[in-house]
């Protein structure tokens, strides 16, 4: 559905309303001979449109604040589901958003009100459009991207029925197969309607480039690519791939396994449902799959890339571009760093009564897939080390599964049982994988005397939150400049932003070799080693040969002695990596933060996504639509 006369209406007074948020520019761009006015809209789907909650929310942040971004004259648009319609309209686009449209809530007229309007009746789904500040913490600059979000709870079943049979026609997805799934339902609803909505505010009067997050994003550029206007554009960010995360969580052989077979299986042409079976009963390969069809496709990682091509033979032609990460590259004083040490220091005296020398920590998401046994491992090794020396450390592991707890909970757990240094199964403290993992961590504390570990099952670091006993003025970013180590071994790991992090702080990261920043760094220092990096090679089993179906045979307790084994040589490294001395410490900082500075936004930003972008624009689509 095409609204030529109030899109154009819209995208006039859009383009004044907005363009002092700086997000809709004009631009001229060539054409062939002839050079004309041409606006480029870049529409995000995602479903943290409105709310961070996990990576691709760190990779909207740092992107969209980067100057390189910012300095590419374009208008950017975040699309996503309405997941809250309760809320009021002031929390409906986040707490530092502005609504300027709500079908919801009847706000005055506006100038897109006519234009959405039309769109709300036809799809029967509610919009709520505005926009939302994003601020870098690392750079303080402030972008205002516009935010569009769809409800779809109630969405016309005739249009979601053809776009079913559209998405059978010409990619293959039989949509029967997942008719149990509420996210499968819910982002094929999303894709019709976000992009009459994108034609609704003049995004497709020129050109418009759907940039789909993840196979959350996959309707809606499956949606533009079957639609008659030629102004779309498709690119597909892999920000994992979602059926090779699955398999390496679910084998006993984790990684060690899964990136062994991937080799062996693609020097012999044989791809995952050759060597694991069928994948397309599961709804997130179908949609990653058809990615293929994209005009681009963005791997955040050297492995993804692998996995993509390893997905089957229509893969073998796709344009796949590896596309890193960034990380921040702050420089702080040396007094800044020793303050925020000092901080933690003091927060870990307050909890074990001792004061430590070093502090390593780890924050991550409480999943299989983060690996984080392998740090009780590591520190079981470092700790003789430890005991030798005379050194004493602890590693703060910031890490849940569930949402935060209420901060009256934690106050009253703080008092019960001297939470976060003893836990209790159970709402409001331990969730089942937290459990799980605390059960380890109690065993370690046991025997350990120079190394203990604090699980603070709690994001967010400060007072309020995480209770009494840590320092009132402690944040986040005191977590992050005050570590010595940051531990992240994952198993699965398409890029790992948390894992670097720190690193510009002077930190030492612990990440594996399958963490994609892994490659990152490698491109960044070339054959050159970084002081600040010690990468855990846990696929790597020395002498031992095997073939596809050894591997493949690979069980947990065979894995278990090989991951001791690698845990040593880390200890070793890590204890040679540690710094003695505060001259030590700002021998680190000015590493690590060169390091930083040629893996930052920025860099990522000109050398990789704006490139692809524009490479993704001047492609043809090589589909024939049904």
Not at 103 to 130: E, K, W
Not at 345 to 352: E, H, I, P
Request: aromatic share 8%; hydrophobic share 40%.
């Amino acid at each position: 559905m095409v609204f030529p006369l109030a899109a154009r209406r819209a995208a006039a007074v859009l383009d004044e309303v907005k363009g002092k948020h700086g997000v809709v520019r004009p631009l001229h761009r060539e054409r062939g001979s002839s050079q004309r006015m041409c606006m480029r809209t870049l529409a995000h789907v995602t479903h943290e449109a409105v709310h961070k909650v996990g990576g691709i929310g760190a990779v909207l942040e740092g992107l969209l604040t980067s100057k390189a971004y910012q300095t590419s004259e374009q208008r950017t648009i975040l699309i996503g589901p309405l997941f809250a319609a309760e809320d009021g309209v002031r929390g409906r686009l986040g707490p530092t958003g502005e609504v300027l449209y709500s079908s919801i809530d009847h706000l005055p007229p506006h100038p897109v009100s006519n234009a959405l309007d039309q769109v709300r009746r036809d799809f029967h789904v509610q919009i709520v459009y505005g926009h939302r500040t994003f601020t870098n913490p690392h750079t303080g600059i402030i972008v205002s991207p516009e935010i569009l979000l769809i409800d779809v709870a109630r969405m016309d079943l005739g249009r979601v029925n053809y776009f079913k049979s559209r998405l059978w026609e010409n990619f293959g997805i039989d949509s029967r197969r997942y008719e149990s799934s509420w996210e499968y339902d819910l982002y094929v609803k999303l894709g019709p309607a976000a992009i009459a909505a994108l034609q609704a505010l003049g995004a497709a009067d020129d050109e418009c480039v759907i940039i789909a997050h993840e196979f959350m994003g996959m309707p809606t550029a499956l949606a533009a690519i079957v639609d008659p206007s030629p102004a779309f554009r498709t690119v597909f960010y892999a920000h994992e791939v979602s059926s090779m995360r699955r398999i390496v969580e679910d084998h006993p052989g984790h990684d060690v396994m899964f990136y062994n077979v991937l080799s062996q299986a693609m020097e012999n042409n044989r791809y995952v449902t050759d060597v694991f079976g069928p994948q397309d009963g599961y709804y997130r390969h179908a949609l990653v799959d058809a990615s293929r069809h994209c005009d681009q496709i963005f791997a955040v990682g050297d492995a993804v890339a692998k996995e993509l091509r390893f997905m089957g033979p229509g893969f073998a032609d796709a344009d796949i571009s590896v596309c890193y990460n960034g990380i921040p590259a702050q420089e702080i004083t040396l007094a800044e760093k020793r303050a925020s040490r000092e901080k933690l220091q003091d927060y870990a005296q307050t909890l074990l009564g001792d004061r430590p020398d070093y502090i390593f920590t780890h924050v991550t998401r409480t999943a299989p897939s983060k690996g984080l046994w392998r740090d009780i491992r590591v520190l079981a090794q470092l700790e003789p080390f430890f005991r030798a020396a005379g050194k004493s450390a602890v590693l703060f592991v910031l890490s849940t599964e569930v949402p935060g707890r209420r901060p009256a909970d934690v106050r009253h757990m703080e008092r019960w049982w001297h939470w976060p240094v003893a836990h209790r199964e159970g709402d409001p403290d331990l969730s089942h994988g937290e459990a799980i993992f605390y059960a380890g961590v109690q065993e370690f504390n046991t025997r350990a005397r120079q190394i203990k570990m604090v699980f603070v099952n709690q994001f967010g670091w400060n007072h309020k939150v995480c209770g009494e006993r840590m320092p009132e003025d402690m944040t986040f970013m005191d977590l992050r400049r005050g570590a010595d180590v940051e531990f992240g071994q994952s198993i699965y790991e398409p890029f790992g932003i948390a894992q670097l992090e720190p690193l510009t702080f002077g930190a030492v990261c612990v990440p594996t070799n399958v963490c994609g920043c892994v490659g990152f760094v490698h491109e960044a220092l070339g054959a050159q080693p970084s002081p600040n990096v010690v990468v855990a090679d846990y696929c790597d089993m020395g002498q031992e040969l095997r073939d596809e179906a050894g591997w493949l045979a690979l069980t947990r307790e065979e894995r278990d002695r090989h991951e001791m084994h690698v845990a040593k040589r880390v200890a070793e490294r890590l204890m040679a990596a540690l710094p003695p001395d505060e001259k030590a410490i700002e021998r680190l900082m000015a590493s690590g933060l060169a390091l930083a500075q040629q893996m930052s936004w920025e860099v990522v930003a000109s050398r990789f996504v704006l490139p692809g972008i524009e490479a993704a624009c001047q492609r043809k689509d090589g589909i024939e639509i049904a």
